[in-house]
């Protein structure tokens, strides 16, 4: 089989994960004598804007719009504000192939300690659903009375029954699938009080569908809170574009950091690609020095083999990535190291080969 | 001087904490001869709205708009739906009295073990400033094509310039008054384009008046993770009403829990009445067991001394919420203890009056 990958890389640290990302690729081809990748590369991002004025040319998703899959490294620079940047690189990709979920792992892996004091591996392991095409990322607002003291801005959160069914239908079926026993689902139903009602009827429905899964609904507040005293409660929580987004980076922070946390977009129906990509940011303040930790964007590689049906790959992945952690002697600055980007993608993929 | 304290306890376990929380006022009054409280209670809530099909009477803010103060205890029942709840009764009384400021500090007590592995007591020390009358929580959207596959709900995220600025003013203010090296201002500008980049505008106009102060602006999600990870070097952290919201549940957990933090919704002019509230909720699993800790109640009644004027009596209360937790003896069982509401809240009375 032979898959074809849009890698973008982007900015700042961006650029220095991803080519320890695909070294990773690299040596999965070599393990596994049945799959062959080949991959474009696009040099898309800040730099590209400050040249053409655009973050990508304006017919860039039409020519990714084929591949297989897109893996992606981290977008914002400095130079280029960040509401451009975003939204004319990363959301649209998101939003134009229709990669509704964004799955989020938080998981210890072994060899990390997790700087809440009383949890374990045992209770961090979870899985974040996350909207990944509307709701609070609607691109719809505006301003008034600009320049004078009485200027506003508004912006609308959209929620569509379409959308939001069919999120909270996916974090089911993956819970069936994977024999979760409960389902966690984000709300602010109190304060919120147009748009959240209505996820809840929505999110009410659903459950009503899946007896046989207990479901609790919490205020985006709490639930942020039981991230840190009950963590080990939670199989799959759902929520809402900006909660998940919220909730996924306090639990990256949970089990070690934002540099290891991995996401996948995806297209659960495959009629575009999904994308794969670290959750932490470009990181301008440690861009160039080499010492970004690689992991997000490895692990990253690892949900994608998942995605394209290696499920296998994807398990030795995580299994090299929790052999050199556990070892403990290269790690990049965030995990108390001082092992560079590079020292521990070999590390990684020297251990991927000999699994 | 003399003071008049509106009191409404609300629902769940809002009297069981109330009720410790008049305990300490009282004594206050004991301990420092040259001054009275008065108070009035109201019934309002979801037993009063069950019966009435409303939250309080429709001149209920004009009864109590003259108090000098306002306790509050807790919102919230099964039975009616939680917009309603809140909409009805502490919303409108946080927006008609322009107590546009919700001050919450986030402070590991003495006695108290933070459940972030590496962090102490001098690492959890900063106060939230949120914005509490606009934004996210504007009240104003609705529904399109109900009942229909194409339906859909729209939620307007409200900022002005005069409420975004007045409580970026009012954490400037405050952190010079206080001594305070940094601010730290929540923002997600790069994913909700029209209404941050506005609110990082004045931010960063603001931030310009106070060369003497660092700022740091970050996202949402980001900061929530650094929270975890890097706590210690916040003193005060501004953000609008529901990032204000989510991170002040996330600093509680990092400081013990839901059940001692307090806030302030403040109307720092004075032209009317502020308001003392924990911030957790009414707790329905719990109402009616005795066991609610009533710390979150009681220091809320030391920041209601502090706003009158009576800093000392305030940190005369403090001190013997942390004696009390020092001995280790008298806890609610969310601190490991197995004593009761009543129990916590006279030991800490008995210790004011001690001291
Ligand atoms: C009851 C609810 C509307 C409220 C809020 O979100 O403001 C509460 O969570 C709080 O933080 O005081
Ligand atoms: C870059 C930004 C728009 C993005 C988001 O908020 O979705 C990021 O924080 C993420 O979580 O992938």
Redesign the pocket.
């Given at each position: 089989k032979h898959f074809s990958i849009s890698v973008i890389a982007g900015d700042g640290i961006g650029p220095e994960v991803m080519r320890e990302g695909l070294k990773v690729v690299e040596a999965a081809e070599k393990l596994h004598g049945g799959v062959r990748f080949s991959y474009e590369s696009y040099d898309w991002g800040c730099d590209y804007y400050l040249q053409n004025g655009m973050m990508m040319p304006k017919d860039g998703l039409d020519q990714i719009r084929d591949c297989d899959v897109i893996l992606f490294g981290a977008v914002g620079a400095p130079e280029v504000p960040d509401h451009v940047s975003v939204w004319e690189l990363i959301l649209p990709i998101r939003r134009t192939f229709q990669q509704y979920v964004n799955l989020r792992p938080v998981k210890l892996l072994k060899g990390l300690e997790s700087p809440l004091r009383h949890k374990t591996h045992d209770d961090l392991d979870f899985l974040v659903v996350r909207e990944n095409t509307e709701g609070e990322y609607s691109n719809i607002g505006g301003r008034l009375h600009e320049g004078t003291p009485y200027e506003l801005a508004i912006q609308n959160n959209v929620f569509t029954k379409f959308g939001t069914k069919r999120i909270l239908e996916y974090a089911y079926t993956l819970a069936k699938k994977k024999q979760k026993k409960n389902m966690t689902i984000a709300t602010?139903s109190?304060?919120i009080n147009f748009a959240m009602p209505f996820w809840d009827e929505i999110a009410k429905e659903i459950a009503g569908h899946h007896p046989e899964i207990e479901t609790n609904i919490y205020?985006i507040?709490?639930l942020a809170a039981y991230f840190i005293s009950k963590p080990e409660e939670f199989d799959i929580v759902v929520g809402s574009n900006l909660f998940g987004d919220i909730l996924t980076d306090l639990g990256a922070a949970i089990v070690g950091g934002l540099g290891i946390a991995p996401s996948g977009n995806i297209n659960p129906d495959f009629h575009y690609p999904s994308m794969f990509e670290p959750i932490h940011g470009s990181a301008p303040d440690i861009a160039g020095k080499g010492i970004a930790n690689p992991i997000g964007q490895i692990w990253s590689v690892a949900m994608m083999m998942d995605h394209l049906g290696f499920t296998g790959l994807g398990e030795l992945i995580i299994q090299s990535i929790e052999e050199v952690l556990q070892e403990g002697l290269v790690r990049t600055p965030d995990l108390g190291g001082d092992s560079s980007t590079v020292e521990v993608g070999d590390a990684i993929v020297h251990k991927f080969k000999q699994l």
């Amino acid at each position: 089989k032979h898959f074809s990958i849009s890698v973008i890389a982007g900015d700042g640290i961006g650029p220095e994960v991803m080519r320890e990302g695909l070294k990773v690729v690299e040596a999965a081809e070599k393990l596994h004598g049945g799959v062959r990748f080949s991959y474009e590369s696009y040099d898309w991002g800040c730099d590209y804007y400050l040249q053409n004025g655009m973050m990508m040319p304006k017919d860039g998703l039409d020519q990714i719009r084929d591949c297989d899959v897109i893996l992606f490294g981290a977008v914002g620079a400095p130079e280029v504000p960040d509401h451009v940047s975003v939204w004319e690189l990363i959301l649209p990709i998101r939003r134009t192939f229709q990669q509704y979920v964004n799955l989020r792992p938080v998981k210890l892996l072994k060899g990390l300690e997790s700087p809440l004091r009383h949890k374990t591996h045992d209770d961090l392991d979870f899985l974040v659903v996350r909207e990944n095409t509307e709701g609070e990322y609607s691109n719809i607002g505006g301003r008034l009375h600009e320049g004078t003291p009485y200027e506003l801005a508004i912006q609308n959160n959209v929620f569509t029954k379409f959308g939001t069914k069919r999120i909270l239908e996916y974090a089911y079926t993956l819970a069936k699938k994977k024999q979760k026993k409960n389902m966690t689902i984000a709300t602010k139903s109190n304060a919120i009080n147009f748009a959240m009602p209505f996820w809840d009827e929505i999110a009410k429905e659903i459950a009503g569908h899946h007896p046989e899964i207990e479901t609790n609904i919490y205020h985006i507040d709490a639930l942020a809170a039981y991230f840190i005293s009950k963590p080990e409660e939670f199989d799959i929580v759902v929520g809402s574009n900006l909660f998940g987004d919220i909730l996924t980076d306090l639990g990256a922070a949970i089990v070690g950091g934002l540099g290891i946390a991995p996401s996948g977009n995806i297209n659960p129906d495959f009629h575009y690609p999904s994308m794969f990509e670290p959750i932490h940011g470009s990181a301008p303040d440690i861009a160039g020095k080499g010492i970004a930790n690689p992991i997000g964007q490895i692990w990253s590689v690892a949900m994608m083999m998942d995605h394209l049906g290696f499920t296998g790959l994807g398990e030795l992945i995580i299994q090299s990535i929790e052999e050199v952690l556990q070892e403990g002697l290269v790690r990049t600055p965030d995990l108390g190291g001082d092992s560079s980007t590079v020292e521990v993608g070999d590390a990684i993929v020297h251990k991927f080969k000999q699994l």
